[in-house]
């Protein structure tokens, strides 16, 4: 059922091979239901490979190639999981431009499970409470973060959960982050809500 929170926002999902199913298409269905236009976005066109933890899944259609997408199209990010779907991103020195330019910008990320890694090669991690699946726990620590094991935690505008148990919350977080929009100072720029910077359990 629509609620129309987030209409008029645009928002990008950057994915590629051996993303957590569920972990994008999920948050997809929210976005949607609260009136986003979203877009997957990948470093490769047609179809990107989805998986159920370790076996293959779906195959979900990319909507905009990363070579022709750009952070100042849209309002939000979102980072879904997999271990395989970060890890190459991490590569692709074209995605983390375009994470750290939504970082920059101080526009609301969510990410999940291990969605979180490509955020420390994009310097988004520094000074945040986040959560993150337990074994980005030190990757995250290193980088500044102060990790905590919850269900999610919103920062300033960046959203984070652990797993795809978790994406009830992390989906009804996502969405209220997007429509106070972007953020500055962990305020948040408009809409409803204080946008101040705190944890959620």
Known sequence: MADGRLQGRKVAVLATDGFEQVE???PVEALKAAGAEVHVVSPKGGQIQGYNHHDKGDEVPVD????????QDYDGLVLPG?????DQLRLEEAAIDFIRDFVRAEKPIAAICHG????????????????SWPSLKNDLRNAGAEWVDQEVVVDGGLVTSRNPDDLPAF???MVE???E???????????????ETRSTV
């Open 64 to 71: 905009r190639e990363l070579a022709q997408a750009s952070a």
């Open 171 to 173: 989906c009804a977080k």
């Open 24 to 26: 994008l298409t999920k």
């Open 177 to 179: 982050e997007f429509a």
């Open 82 to 86: 997999g271990v395989i779907n970060p």
């Open 116 to 131: 979180p890694w490509t955020l420390i090669d994009a310097d988004g991690v520094d000074g945040k409470k986040m959560t």
């Open 181 to 195: 929009g972007r953020h500055h100072d962990g305020r948040a720029e408009a809409g409803a809500g204080t946008g």
